[in-house]
Structures are given as structure tokens and as C-alpha cells.
């Protein structure tokens, strides 16, 4: 009995011998993410660098869109009102159409096209709606990060000045440095006069100023990238020139995480009114990251697409943003930081003098 114990005994040991290569395997899934965690540190240790960032976002549902009002043929309240083409003006309250009806009444108005007016004020056809312009190219944000010291950066002839409290100096063009902060109440607001609102804000400007406070610094994209990313999925590939590239997809929570910017929904995403419980919201996130970086520790180039949609109550909703950003002259990148902007960067909002 004792002979059969001890014949069994290598077997019972040797058995759990498979299930030992699992932490092993994990280890080696887990290698790309060691790896790029290293890189990530070494730029956010890093004393200084150029960047370049360039975020674009897309979204629909979240608003009512174009077609909350019905469009052009929404309006069906006045029945008294010939359609194009088909009625014609007879009489004071009537209106000829485009291009066919003639106003005979005192009150009315011809169209635009071949209707003539032969009685009251005739309306000159150079007073069309203008065409739509088309919407401008999005520009990329480029500056200087230094350690301890204000972020400058500019996009086309807007030059910004942030310090690490997210407070803003802007100048435009040949301009005056100014403290960039939203009009409080009775600080003038959006007038001509007043203390802080003294130079009004056009909405531009304060898209302008919203995009500049959200810009995220390559290292800190980076850092929501470990927390984003799918490390078991995580691919490291060696290119010519000692080109390092990362790319893998983002987990569904980091997707979505992205997709807003780097900023958490938080737990009570759903609306003002969101206390759904179970039939709360319902989405779904996907993404990708690819990140490269150059022999010297240079980010040649970070691109990061993320795209959630959902429900939000009855409305359904999609978001998609797409960021790409470089960082270079690690360590040896330099900006002068003008003295108006570290004087307006110290101005009480509230009384907001130029410089």
C-alpha cells in the first residue's frame, strides 16, 4: 500500500504542471503594456516639448438636429397661403409664389423670378438668403509645454497662455494679452460695456476659449490611454528607423471615455431626469489607439478614434471623436512667456484690465 502511495505521489505533483503556464502566458500579454507604460513616464518626466493636437468630434441625437423644427415645410398653420407653383395672389392678404403669380391688390408683394408687382412696394430681388458657407477645416492646436511654467500655445493668430489651475491669458493677432474667463453676472456680459465684459465675447471667441481649456497635453492623453486601452490586446511592433508602434483596442468604459474627451460619463449619465433604474440608458462604445514613438522618445504620432452611441430617455444618440497628436524636441523645446500674459494671468478675473 504503502509502495502504491508513493508510485502515485509524482503524478499528484506533476498534474497542476499545465495550469502553472497561465500566469506565465498572462505575463507575456501583459509585456506591450509594461513597455508603453515606460514610454508614457518618460514623457510625462520629461522638462519640456513641442505638441501638436488636432480633436474632432461629430455628434447627433443629442441636440434635435436639423430636423427638430420640420424644416422648410414645417409650417402648415396658414392655409391662406398659395403653395409654390400653384396659387396666385387675388388680394390684399394673399402672396404670389416664385416665379409665376402677379400681386394685383394694393398689399401685395411679387416673388422673386417673373412676378411683377403692380401695386404697393416692390421687394428687389437682390435681397435672397446667401448661399451657406461651407463650414471651416478644423486647425490644429501647436505650442510649447515646459514644466512649471505656463503652456503656450496658439492656433492660426490665436495665441493662448494656460497655467496648471486651467487659468487662461488670450491674445488675437497684434491684440492685448487679456485674463480669458467667462462673463460673470454683472460683469457686463456680452455687451459693449461693463467691467469684465467690457470688450464683449463673440461666439468664436468663446468657442474658442472652451477649445483651448480642453486641449489635453500629449502625456496626459497617454495616461487616459492606460486606463482606455485593452493591454491584453495590446500589439508592440518595431519599424524601420527604430520607429516603436503600439495599436489595440479600447475597452468599451475606455471607448467611451475617449469619445468624451477623456472625461468620465459618471454614474448618473442619463439626464436631468435620469432616475431610470434598470431602464436606464443602453450604450455601446468601441475604439482603437495607435501610438508611435521615434527612437529618441519623440511621439511621431498618437491617433485615437472612439465612436459611443445609445439611448438618452426616448432619443437615440451617437458621439465620435478622433484625436491626433504628436509630441517632439523632448526635453529641449523652449518658449518665452510674455510678460503681459503672466500679468493678465494674474488679474482677478473680475476686473480684467488689457495688457
Known amino acids: 500500500m504503502l509502495s502504491l502511495l508513493l508510485l502515485s505521489l509524482p503524478a499528484v505533483v506533476q498534474e497542476p504542471a499545465p495550469a502553472a503556464e497561465a500566469p506565465a502566458q498572462a ?10 507604460r ?3 513616464d518618460g514623457l510625462a518626466g520629461a522638462k519640456s516639448y513641442a505638441f501638436r493636437v488636432l480633436n474632432t468630434s461629430e455628434s447627433s441625437g443629442m441636440g434635435g438636429g436639423r430636423g427638430g423644427f420640420g424644416g422648410r415645410g414645417g409650417q402648415q398653420g396658414n392655409t391662406d397661403r398659395p403653395q409654390r407653383g400653384q396659387g396666385q395672389g387675388q388680394g390684399n392678404t394673399d402672396r404670389p409664389q416664385r416665379g409665376q403669380g402677379q400681386g394685383q391688390g394694393g398689399g401685395d408683394r411679387p416673388q422673386r ?14 435681397d435672397a438668403a446667401p448661399a451657406a458657407q461651407e463650414p471651416e477645416a478644423p486647425q490644429p492646436w501647436e505650442g510649447i509645454y515646459q514644466a512649471g511654467k505656463p503652456i503656450m500655445m496658439k492656433r492660426g493668430d490665436l495665441h493662448v497662455a494656460r497655467n496648471d489651475q486651467g487659468r487662461m491669458a488670450m491674445k488675437s493677432g497684434e491684440g492685448a494679452w487679456a485674463v480669458a474667463a467667462m462673463p460673470g453676472r454683472g460683469q457686463g456680459g456680452r455687451g ?3 467691467a469684465r465684459g467690457g470688450a464683449g465675447m463673440d461666439r468664436n471667441q468663446m468657442r474658442a476659449m472652451f477649445e483651448a481649456r480642453g486641449v489635453q497635453l500629449p502625456h496626459q492623453t497617454l495616461a487616459a490611454l492606460l486606463e482606455s486601452i485593452d493591454g491584453e490586446k495590446l500589439v508592440r511592433e518595431e519599424k524601420l528607423g527604430g520607429i516603436i508602434v503600439f ?13 468624451m474627451g477623456g472625461r468620465s460619463m459618471g454614474r448618473g449619465f442619463g439626464g436631468r431626469g435620469g432616475d431610470q433604474g434598470e431602464d436606464g440608458p443602453q450604450m455601446l ?3 482603437t489607439a495607435r501610438i508611435a514613438f521615434g527612437p529618441k522618445g519623440e511621439v511621431v504620432d498618437i491617433l485615437v478614434e472612439a465612436e459611443m452611441m445609445g439611448t438618452f430617455g426616448e432619443r437615440e444618440f451617437t458621439r465620435s471623436s478622433r484625436n491626433e497628436i504628436r509630441a517632439h524636441k523632448i526635453g529641449a523645446a523652449e518658449a518665452e512667456i510674455p510678460a503681459a500674459a503672466t500679468r493678465a494671468l494674474a488679474q482677478d478675473p473680475a476686473l480684467e484690465e488689457e495688457f
Open 285 to 287: 462604445s468601441k475604439g
Open 192 to 194: 459693449q460695456g461693463g
Open 113 to 126: 423670378g417673373e412676378g411683377q408687382g403692380q401695386g404697393g412696394a416692390e421687394r428687389p430681388a437682390q
Open 27 to 36: 505575463a507575456a500579454e501583459s509585456e506591450a503594456m509594461a513597455k508603453l
Open 38 to 40: 515606460e514610454r508614457v
Open 247 to 259: 495599436h489595440g483596442p479600447l475597452t468599451e468604459e475606455g471607448a467611451m471615455r475617449m469619445a
